[in-house]
């Protein structure tokens, strides 16, 4: 156990949708970071946060949008849902620049 | 630009054989991290080692270990005896400028008893 969570463990729902996806770092880690991974693409980088504030963009989907609250948990929103948007969506936390401890990730499912 | 290459895609073994997971990696920067990842079947994302790049000794621990060398931009891992249990998809990952990591496209190690 990594002592990150990720909530829902599964998503199914239709394409145009918008979803929330949920994460809890670990204990006393600042950081969050978010992590597509597809069958075509692999493990992508999406976005990091640092207590708080917005700190890297990799390749992420003007349809995606994230945050990251005074109590350091994170959600990344989707919306307007495709269906090459289905993947399993990580959450990895870190101490700053620290090894990255990864959630159990959320499946998605788009119909 | 960073780029992890992790050339087999599958390996097959018979339990208590020895395999090396092949990693390549390219970077400009002088500081930079490397790492390996597990993801067993249950699909979680489970770290195995970090490594810097000024630090070039090989590590064991237990039935795994670590080959780092700069020279051929490699970092191998090699698992001793292996076990069924260590059926999973293994990723290679490099960490240099900025935060984000960096996975290779990750190698399916099915270990059959």
């Known amino acids: 156990d990594s002592g990150v969570t990720q909530t829902p463990k599964h998503l199914i729902t239709a394409t145009g949708q918008r979803v929330t996806l949920r994460c809890s770092p670990r204990?006393?880690?600042?950081?969050v970071y978010w992590y597509q991974q597809s069958l075509d693409q692999g493990l992508q980088f999406l976005i990091q946060?640092?207590?708080?504030?917005?700190?890297a963009k990799g390749n992420i989907l003007e349809r995606f949008s994230a945050q990251q609250f005074p109590d350091l948990h994170s959600e990344l929103n989707l919306s307007s849902l495709e269906l090459g948007d289905s993947a399993l969506y990580f959450c990895?936390?870190?101490?700053?620049?620290?090894?990255?401890?990864f959630g159990p990730g959320t499946r998605l499912t788009v119909l | 630009a960073q780029k992890v290459t992790q050339a087999q895609t599958e390996i097959s073994v018979v339990e208590k054989e020895d395999v090396t997971l092949d990693c390549v990696y390219e970077t400009r920067d002088t500081t930079y991290y490397l790492f390996w990842y597990k993801q067993p079947p249950s699909g979680e994302l489970v770290f195995l080692i970090r490594r810097n790049s000024f630090d070039e000794q090989n590590e064991i621990s237990g039935r795994y270990s670590w080959n780092f060398q700069k020279s051929t931009s490699s970092f191998n891992f090699t698992i001793t005896a292996s076990q069924v249990v260590d059926s999973a998809v293994y990723f290679c990952a490099l960490r240099s400028y900025g935060n984000k990591l960096v996975f290779g496209a990750g190698t399916i190690l099915r270990v059959k008893s």
């Open positions: 946060y640092y207590n708080g504030e917005e700190r």
């Open positions: 990895a936390s870190s101490a700053d620049t620290d090894t990255q401890y």
């Open positions: 204990s006393g880690d600042l950081s």
